[in-house]
Nanobody, 113 residues
Framework: QVQLVESGGGLVQPGGSLRLSCAAS????????MGWYRQAPGKQRELVAT???????NYADSVKGRFTITRDNAKNTVYLQMDSLKPEDTAVYYC???????WGQGTQVTVSA
């Protein structure tokens, strides 16, 4: 059974930082591309960042220079470091393994003063 479990969300002030984690079980992330998506209230789910098997990263324009996606294959975990957070980053963040269409349950990130 495949599971992607996100953690690390919470409430943070504008300009603050959070690190999200996505712990995978039932699959080996070292042989997979992985991604982070987010969905704000009333909006469609959107791609935030992806990381390929060879650690090539891509980002949405809205988060470039502020977010960093990394992976720890030994821990079978993908991370999303989010710095200089803005209120418009408020959303539920989801981990995704495209091959197989696996999703986590999501973790809420709220950026507010």
């Amino acid at each position: 059974q495949v599971q992607l479990v996100e953690s690390g969300g919470g409430l943070v002030q504008p300009g603050g930082s959070l690190r999200l984690s996505c712990a995978a079980s039932g699959i080996f992330i070292r042989i997979r591309d992985m991604g982070w998506y987010r969905q704000a209230p009333g909006k469609q789910r959107e791609l935030v960042a992806t990381i390929s098997r060879d650690n090539s990263a891509n980002y949405a324009d809205s988060v470039k220079g502020r977010f960093t996606i990394t992976r720890d294959n030994a821990k079978n975990t993908v991370y999303l470091q989010m710095d200089s957070l803005k209120p418009e980053d408020t959303a539920v963040y989801y981990c995704n393994a495209p091959r197989g269409g696996y999703w986590g349950q999501g973790t809420q990130v709220t950026v507010s003063a």
